[in-house]
């Protein structure tokens, strides 16, 4: 086989066989496809496009391009969940500990990623002491103990994605349904996971902005899924504001830690759509069939103080100092806390999820490159939600701030990202739909 052909073949719209998808994929890994032809390939598939089964058999290849994690020496189905990624999304955090005190099986493995903020393993992190490199071994001895564990993945899992979303990143190839769900799907199937749960968020803080788009997306991975023999469901979510009050990695472990203490109300939108999630994740357990079964269990799981205690042991295995867990406040110290007021009084019309993002990121709670220093205790508490009266007088926010040196910069950004209305916006909805 010639990889010119192939990239004409693809360029021409024509359907790739399964051993011309693996010459290529082992060819990137191989060192005897180039970076410039596997971006030229990209590049015709972004315009192209790819069957059901040509995307089933990208993933396949993925898979086995490096290590695979077996976790079949574990009891019961092995759930994973997975975001697209937004901002304020801390459903990890509760959802993971609540599936477990429910009976489940949570065994994650996260990527680092660039994200605004940061993602679920900078948020572990931010509990001094805990450690996301574990070994297998000790990874599957904590998930016995404890029934949860999340990791960072492996530095040999699916290499053919690290190279393919490297050269995506710097050749406006990243946008294209069969690449981002190739590549999501690949790592979570090559992490061992028998089952999964997807968040997929559309908005304006996601990567498909409309509805429309990530139900394309969804339906994709789904069928990834369903070709490969791990069952999936895809949540479609709002993405058009945070979903929680907070953004930045300590503030975010406090807020997930107030869910478990049971401080914040069952019908907030982070708690909504963590049990949600929770909900599938129990049902493609086999621990309910109904999964509105589930929904008194998690909260019974809340109130007994059980995921609370799952999060907190899990984070003691990995090393963490559990005092941060018992008292979240010390999660977040900073110089100062600075309030910031809305431009003029009315209700907050328009949130653009992004543009918080970036802010929090400018004070140090995210990176703009891999190798920035994430400052655990920065970022930003909202204090009003999309739709809420407020009032010049008071705050909508608070900036928790240590390094001052891109602060004004970061309050104007949070200034424009909050549009001011004089009437109550439409309402949003927060689940769109669920694909399975
Ligand atoms: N997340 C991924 O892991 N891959 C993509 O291509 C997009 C989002
Ligand atoms: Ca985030």
Redesign the pocket.
């Given at each position: 086989m010639l990889i010119t052909s192939l990239i004409e073949k693809k360029r021409d719209g024509f359907e790739h066989t399964k051993a011309e998808i693996e010459f290529i994929i082992n060819g990137l890994v191989d060192g005897t496809v180039a970076d410039y032809q596997m971006t030229a390939w990209m590049m015709a598939v972004c315009c192209r496009g790819m069957t059901e089964r040509e995307i089933a058999d990208l993933t396949t290849a993925m898979v086995h391009s490096g290590e695979t994690v077996d976790l079949s020496d574990l009891p019961g189905v092995k759930v994973d969940k997975h975001s697209?990624?937004g901002i304020g999304d801390t459903t990890t955090l509760v959802v993971a500990p609540l599936v477990a005190a429910c009976g489940g099986t949570v065994a994650k493995m996260s990527?680092r990623?660039l994200a605004h903020t940061g993602g679920t393993l900078d948020k572990l992190e931010s509990v001094p002491g805990v450690n996301i490199e574990q070994p297998l071994d000790s990874f599957k001895e904590i998930v016995r103990k404890t029934g949860v564990c999340v990791i960072g993945q492996s530095k040999n899992l699916d290499p053919a994605?690290k190279k393919m979303?490297a050269l995506?990143d710097v050749s406006g190839t990243?946008k294209s349904i069969p690449?981002?769900s190739s590549?999501?799907m690949s790592?979570k199937i090559a992490s061992g996971a028998d089952a999964i749960v997807l968040d997929v968020k559309t908005g304006n803080g996601a990567?498909m902005e409309t509805p429309d788009e990530a139900r394309k997306l969804a339906k994709e991975m789904v069928a990834i899924g369903r070709n490969v023999g791990r069952r999936t469901v895809a949540i479609i979510t709002d993405m058009n504001r945070p979903l929680g009050m907070a953004i930045g990695n300590g503030l975010e472990m406090r807020e997930a830690i107030e869910v478990l203490q049971g401080k914040v109300p069952y019908d907030d939108p982070l708690v909504q759509v963590s049990f949600t999630l929770a909900k599938h994740l129990l049902r493609l357990s086999g621990i309910v069939e109904d999964p509105e079964d589930a929904i008194p269990m998690l909260k019974a799981a809340i109130e007994s103080g059980e995921g609370l205690k799952r999060l907190r042991d899990m984070l003691e295995a990995m090393g963490g100092d559990p005092r941060f867990v018992d008292e979240p406040n010390m999660l977040v110290r900073v110089a100062r806390i600075v309030p910031v007021y809305p431009n003029k009084s009315g209700f907050i019309g328009k949130i653009d999820a992004k543009l918080i993002g970036t802010s929090a990121l400018m004070i140090g709670a995210g990176r703009a490159k891999v190798t920035d220093r994430i400052d655990p205790a920065v970022g930003i508490l909202m204090k009003k939600r999309y739709g809420d009266a407020v009032s010049d007088n008071e705050p909508f926010a608070y900036m928790y701030v240590n390094d001052e040196t891109n602060y004004e910069e970061a309050v104007k950004k949070l200034l424009e990202a909050v549009t001011v209305t004089d009437e109550t916006p439409d309402e949003l909805p927060l689940i769109y739909d669920i694909i399975e």
């Open positions: 697209t990624g990527g990623g994605d979303y995506r990243v690449l981002i590549s999501i790592k990567f």
